[in-house]
């Protein structure tokens, strides 16, 4: 019953065989193997015209990355309060683009909100130079409160960066997760809402460690193979990445695996629905559920077994969470089972 | 007959089974797992004391974090000219160091020379603000000309280092290809000496993607858990950089790796040193082999199969190369065969 | 009737005749001159204790570089919502310190409130990387909302701080402003509350370009002049800012100008006060005044020829202005005269 | 006889006086003011199109301003080895522009040699990644050598960085004294011959504190403003540098302060040339001069009085000081007289 994180699990069988597979031979380094461009062109095809696809290490890189592609002097980068880029990476988005500043915008249920995005924006005058300069908005798809934006939210805030010049990031680190939630393409999740550059993530869906930095809009790309390179994040056996995502695009591996790890989050969901003990803060659609609970229930159900960490009740949600209770994050992964579900749910009453 | 680079192999069976081995089950992420900690413990029992080791993707990270972990502004750290840092990261040492500056010391067959060394040093006088101030030496075992630094070379290096108040990095991305040429152990190489800090590689001697930085004197290890996450270099599935290394060091396996790339490229000097058609620019003791041949040589090896590197004669052995000959960068790997060796030597004539 | 801000004046007459005095004859440069040290010697005298004191030219810098000598990866200071070097800095404190963060922390009338402070601090458990890590605490004195923290406020401030080990910086670019206002010496008003850097601005009150970064503690400069020159910040004819503090401190200039200052805020108060078409926002004590009028006074007031910036109603005053009202910030300065006032006054109505 | 620095001296009284003209009344902050704007407008005529200027405090902030202008990821600038920016600035230009690098060119005479810097900047092959890509060219006018580029001298380097694309900066601290040594326009000597950006340096040549960073191409200018706040080199009182611009400007004092300057160093050099007892290291044409003496008349010189640095040999220039000799930095400046020359050659006998 471990709900801790979508990263506690390993790698899916496939993944492991293709490393295997292509673990003998030679092969020329840094990205410029057959095996690597295979897979670019599959994101090519996947997204239906030519990207800018580059190969990372951890989704922090990537995010990071990408917004110091689009980075200037005095930057300054719109985010959910609750994004990982400002709540979980130490810093990195700022260091790699020489000190930008991210903005943390308010919104429910880990969701941007266009009005309160606007609000921010408005705060930092053009040519004011005093203030610093927007350069970016990141949206997280799907959020870090396992919701998931739905096309005419995207679309809102795209209208909101396209009106001030600013390219649209999508931190995309449970991005299959999202996909089979809404049932869209990558094209139409992104490009067709208009996202310019999106982090791809393979880890937290089955893979060991695969990212990748897709710029949907190529023209922005011109400075990232210096930019990966310097900050570390060139491997010269590249292939291993690209071993991965071939075997995690083969057959459309990477959106069964989602999908198992939605349909378990759902399951979740209904047992704790079901209960009388628990109550959901609020219903998300991907890998990860939100229940409230008796702070004795979560002491009990970490005695038997389960693995789970309490969370901050987000400051969008205020008096979500009474005196006695807990707010959980669970999250499910392509190697939950519904026999971990069960007995979780069972374990609530 | 791939002789390009040691990064142009895949991954050792043994490395990709060990992959496999731990793919399955749940385990704490960023490095909290039992694989980690089992690794970890690998590390201070193979340098006979508590070291502060840290996992990260590639050499470059490795290399530049240790050299950002011990800067100080306006820092100035001395390497050889031809070094891994200041030739092939891109500036990724300055970019993790806000800016730090690399000098370069000449020195023969690509070890730094000691009088060169203090002369440089010397430029930059205590307190001197207009200068700079030092603040690292890093050397490169084994070198990027495939020369391998006696213990007594080693120790001159770390007096001066010492006299200076200064921290002596190794950047060890072959490290065991130094290790078995001479004999000694990890800590006779390093702590013996004077090494404080090791970029430790595996990469290049049969892991996919297996690199850690190790402080040998953990007090200089105080930010480095910070440095490494805001680098975005902490990998949450970190144990799959653990499952190499545990493979790698399994039966000694990383050494075995070692001396065969080694024994190969001695194999090929041999060859090279019967041909007349080609001479050694200067003898090696690691993998990499560095013959001068006519150009019309090389390119008739290119028609036929052989793949490499023509390689800049080095500053600081000027006249080397004759005006119709080229220098060659041949290196070997454990995934080179005799029958590459004896083919491309028969070539040769 | 130039109320737009404190650095629209000139400099004070006693410190262009001591740039005029000063400015013949030969003296060693960046700082070594006799005019330098005597100056150092009187911030010693003035605290009370030997002070490490650098030269600076705007008080960007001065923060900038104290934030900076204090900081460290991940690193996440602690400021109001409103201070100058979150608002007003176009990210200069994140540039010098290679991407470390600025949290705004909400209070009424521009001062960190103490119980939101431990709130954000507690954001950021000690040794957890993905947060970063606490690295300082900055408060502004006077604040950038007019008013003054009491000894009692700053010393809640401080006893957060030491709590955490945070050193804790003072933007001082009103420093004399403050400190006329609560009738205290430099030291009781920093040292003896537990203050540790402090910038001290001497532009806004009468110089052209003077700003002193002063380390309480001198143990925390330890890098301060690296930092200093690497930031471009070591001026050659360091002696023109000497200079100007050799006249602000003579015959305790610098507080009788701050003195006058504050008066005229405190004759504009009470103009305000007493007009029955304005009110006060908050009570301020230094030399801002925050008055809301009739937006169509505002237009009146200009077409008049008085100059002042319409403000932000701050966040944690919400609902303060009225839907046809306007808040403006009015800052008067040694400049300033009676008769600029009581224009004001007469126009105000 | 003081020869240490020309940043010994104090301001000249023309400038001193502007100071004081200008100190009282009120006019608008950073750089808004009509001051600034009418120096501005000099610029524009003085270099006979419109310029984009930005006042900035020291040399220092010029130069790592202009150079982070132009900088991108793994970017490598060309210096001559001599150059102040790589031999004085501890860093400060790689540090204001994220980590890029100074690459040192080597050169007789403190002039950047065309055929050393092709070979280079042929080290950085186009789009590879490893080696970091070319930004820039920079060379000093006059050299730190006290030399000056002839116009064929600066249109060779000019063609070369076209060549590659590169902007081309020059360092001109001692730029007026190179402009009256050639007897040519700024203009004449910058624009048409190729130069983009140019650091304009005032302070040497008799000003307190004013250096002016002029985009000569203002298309490199679109992040300079955002640049100048967040390297906190915003002055709030722009104006005290524009009125010390407006003295310099006024009736050609800044060429008649660097003719002074530069005829006080040729009635130097002739003394020495004179002597019996010192020689000229190589003749010079602004305003310093790099005399050879035997170490025991330095000595004498010293203890009577005179003041000045011993110099390092240039690499460029081995074998020039006999081991009983040493070089000499002699700087004249704006307050240098006769009676200081006359006494000093005097003394060399």
Not at 49 to 59: D, S
Not at 111 to 130: M, S, W, Y
Not at 160 to 167: D, Q
Not at 316 to 329: A, Q
């Amino acid at each position: 019953m471990i709900f801790t994180s979508d990263n506690w699990a390993g790698a899916h069988p496939a993944i492991a065989a293709s490393l295997t597979a292509h673990s003998a031979g030679f092969t020329p380094a840094y990205g410029a193997g057959d095996l690597d461009q295979k897979v670019a062109q599959t994101f090519n095809r996947i997204f239906g015209r030519e990207v800018a696809v580059f190969f990372v290490g951890t989704g922090t890189a990537a995010n990071s990355l990408a917004l110091s592609a689009v980075s200037r002097p005095g930057g300054v980068s719109f985010c959910h309060r609750d994004a990982h880029v400002i709540a979980d990476e130490c810093g990195a988005p700022e260091f790699f683009s020489q000190g930008s500043r991210l903005v943390p915008v308010d919104g429910k249920e880990g969701k941007i909100d266009p009005t309160n995005l606007e609000a921010e924006i408005a705060r930092f005058p053009q040519g004011f130079v005093h203030a610093g300069q927007p350069v970016a908005i990141t949206l997280t798809q799907a959020t870090e409160a396992g919701t998931v934006y739905q096309p005419d939210e995207i679309r809102a805030i795209s209208k909101i960066a396209k009106a001030h010049g600013l390219p649209l990031h999508m931190d995309g680190a449970r991005f299959a997760n999202a996909l089979v939630a809404l049932d869209l393409t990558p094209a139409q999740m992104t490009l067709d809402l208009g996202v310019d550059i999106l982090s791809f993530g393979g880890t937290k869906n089955g893979c060991w460690c695969a990212e990748a930095l897709v710029f949907l809009d190529s023209s922005m790309a011109g400075q990232a193979a210096f930019l990966q390179k310097r900050a570390a994040q060139l491997y010269s056996k590249s292939r291993f990445i690209a071993a991965q995502f071939d075997a995690y695009f083969e057959s459309d591996l990477w959106l069964d695996l989602a999908r198992h790890a939605n349909g378990m989050a759902a399951r979740l969901q209904r047992g704790i629905d079901a209960s009388t003990n628990a109550r959901l803060a609020w219903l998300s659609a991907a890998n990860e559920t939100f229940p409230i609970i008796p702070k004795t229930l979560a002491k009990d159900l970490t005695a038997k077994g389960a693995l789970f960490y309490e969370w901050s009740a987000p400051r969008s949600h205020p008096n979500l969470v009474g005196e006695d209770e807990t707010l959980l994050r669970l999250v499910t992964s392509f190697a939950t089972t519904e026999e971990h579900i069960d007995r979780f749910v069972d374990l609530l009453g």
